[in-house]
C-alpha cells in the first residue's frame, strides 16, 4: 500500500529528502507516492519538482502554502526553517494527515507540547537522522550487551565552522533557530539513546561571532550561541559533557567517548562510517579489542532489513560510502520507519515525545546559564516561565 506524501520546505534539506525517497526505491522499499510539495519561493519548489521527477518518475503537484494541500494527502514531512515547525505541523495534524517533522521539532518547547496536544491518533515522527547510522547501532549494541560494565560517562565534544555561516544564515539568528539548538538536538538525542534519561542539566553558552561570513562574502549578524558548553546527570547516575562549538579556529575536533568500568568506546563521527575503538580493561591492562572480536561480543547484534540493504551488510563494523549516500541512507531509514508506523500503528522510532526531550537539553544549558543553577530536565519540558525562552519571544517580536 502506498501513503500519499507531500513535503513543506524545499530547501537544502527538503532536497536531501527526496534522495531519500530515492534510495528507499532503490531497494524496491518505497512506501511514499511524493504527490505534492510547497514552498513560497517558486524557484526552489520548481527546482525540487524537477528533482523528483527525475529520481522518482513522476512530478508532485506545487503549492506555495501547505495549508493548500488536497485532502487526499496523508502525511506530511515538514523541512522548513524550525520557527516554521509548529504552524505548519499543527495545521497538518488537524487536517488529519500523519507528519515527520525535520529536527528540531519546534522552535520552543512551548511550541513542542502545543504539537505534540495536536497529534491525536495521527503519527508524528521526529527525523533525527544521526542515531540511525549503523556505526551508531553498533555502539549502541555494544553498551547495552554490557560490554563496557557500567557505563560512567560519556563525552560529546566538537569544534569546527570558524566564522562562517554554516549552511543558512537563519542558523544564527536566535528567533529562528540558533545552532546551539538546531545542531544541539542532534547531539542530545545521541546521549539519550545511547545512555538513556538525563535528569539534570547545568550549562553555558557564547556568542563568538556577532557577525558570520556567507559563502559570497557578505556579511550576516548573528545573535545565537556558537560556543555551548554542558553537563549533564542521567537516571542511571552517569555523567555527561557536551561541548558544542561552531566558532573553531585552528584545529577542529569530534569527541564521543563513553566510558564504563570495563573500558571506553570511542564513537566516530555520524555518516563517516568509521569504525568504533573499543578498549577493555583487564586486570589493569587496557587492550583494544579487534572489529572481528568486536562483533563477536555483540552475537544477537543486527540491522533492521531496510538499514542493512541500503549499507550492504547486517553485522558490519565499518562501511565505506560517499557523504552524499550515507547521508541519504540515513533519511530514507527515517522515512521508512515513518510508513511502517503509519501502516502498522506502532509509534515511530523517535516520536513527538522524544523530541521534544532533545529539544529541552538543548535548551537547558542555555537555560541553566540564565538562572545561574542546575535544571531539571522535567522542569524544562513543563514549566512556562524559562528565561532562555522569554528571550526568543522577544526576538521574535522585534524580527
Ligand atoms: N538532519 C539533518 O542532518 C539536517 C540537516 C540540515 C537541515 N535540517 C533541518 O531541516 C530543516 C530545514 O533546514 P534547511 O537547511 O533545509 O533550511 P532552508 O532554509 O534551506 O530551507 C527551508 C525552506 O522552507 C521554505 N519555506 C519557508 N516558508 C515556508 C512555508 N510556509 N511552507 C513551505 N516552505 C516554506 C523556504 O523558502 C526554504 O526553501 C530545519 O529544521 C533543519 O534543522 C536537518
Redesign the pocket.
Known amino acids: 500500500m502506498s501513503i500519499t506524501l507531500a513535503i513543506?520546505?524545499?530547501?537544502?534539506?527538503?532536497?536531501?529528502h527526496v534522495l531519500g525517497l530515492k534510495k528507499l526505491q532503490e531497494i524496491g522499499q518505497l512506501r511514499f507516492d511524493l504527490v505534492a510539495i510547497?514552498?513560497?519561493?517558486e524557484s526552489?519548489s520548481t527546482a525540487m519538482a524537477d528533482l523528483a521527477e527525475e529520481l522518482l518518475g513522476r512530478r508532485p503537484a506545487v503549492f506555495?502554502?501547505?495549508a493548500d494541500l488536497p485532502a487526499s494527502v496523508d502525511a506530511l514531512d515538514?523541512?522548513?526553517?524550525?520557527n516554521?515547525?509548529a504552524?505548519?505541523g499543527i495545521q497538518a495534524l488537524h487536517a488529519g494527515r500523519h507528519v515527520q517533522m525535520?529536527?528540531?521539532i519546534t522552535l520552543t518547547i512551548e511550541d513542542g507540547r502545543a504539537l505534540l496536544a495536536a497529534a491525536g491518533d495521527r503519527k508524528l515522527s521526529v527525523?533525527?537522522?544521526?542515531r540511525r547510522d549503523p556505526i551508531n547501532r553498533l555502539a549502541k549494541a555494544v553498551i547495552d550487551a554490557g560490554v563496557l560494565g557500567r557505563p560512567f560517562l560519556i563525552v560529546q565534544s566538537s569544534s569546527s565552522s570558524g566564522e562562517h555561516v554554516v549552511?543558512?544564515p537563519?542558523?544564527h539568528r536566535k528567533h529562528a533557530?540558533g545552532i546551539a539548538i538546531?545542531m544541539g538536538v542532534?547531539y542530545a538525542d545521541i546521549l539519550e539513546y545511547l545512555l538513556g534519561p538525563l535528569t539534570t542539566i547545568g550549562g553555558m553558552g557564547a556568542v563568538i561571532d556577532a557577525e558570520r561570513t556567507g559563502a559570497d562574502g557578505t556579511m550576516y549578524p548573528a545573535d545565537a550561541e556558537d560556543l555551548t558548553v554542558g553537563i549533564g546527570r542521567y537516571a542511571s547516575g552517569a555523567l555527561a559533557t557536551m561541548i558544542l562549538s561552531v566558532a573553531g579556529r585552528g584545529d577542529a575536533h569530534f569527541t564521543r567517548m563513553v566510558y564504563g568500568t570495563s573500558g571506553s568506546l570511542s564513537i566516530p563521527g555520524d555518516r563517516t562510517g568509521q569504525p568504533l575503538r573499543l578498549s577493555l580493561r583487564a586486570h589493569g591492562e587496557d587492550r583494544i579489542v579487534a572489529d572481528n572480536d568486536l562483533l563477536a561480543l555483540v552475537p544477537d547484534f543486527r540491522l533492521d532489513d531496510t538499514t542493512a540493504a541500503l549499507f550492504g551488510g547486517e553485522r558490519m563494523t565499518s562501511y565505506d560510502l560517499p557523504w552524499a549516500d550515507s547521508?541519504a541512507n540515513l533519511?530514507a531509514i527515517e522515512f521508512d520507519d515513518f510508513a511502517e508506523s503509519i501502516l502498522t500503528g506502532r509509534e515511530p522510532e523517535v516520536d513527538g515525545a522524544f523530541g521534544l526531550r532533545s529539544l529541552a537539553i538543548s535548551y537547558g544549558f542555555l537555560e541553566s546559564d540564565r538562572l545561574g543553577r542546575f535544571v531539571s530536565v522535567d522542569e524544562l519540558l513543563t514549566s512556562g516561565d524559562l528565561p532562555y525562552q522569554k528571550e526568543i519571544e522577544e526576538a521574535l517580536h522585534q524580527a
Open positions: 513543506a520546505g524545499c530547501g537544502v534539506m527538503g532536497r536531501r510547497c514552498d513560497p519561493v526552489s506555495a502554502d501547505p515538514v523541512t522548513t526553517s524550525p516554521l515547525h504552524t505548519i525535520e529536527k528540531p527525523a533525527e537522522n544521526y549552511i543558512t537563519w542558523r533557530c538546531d542532534h547521508d533519511l
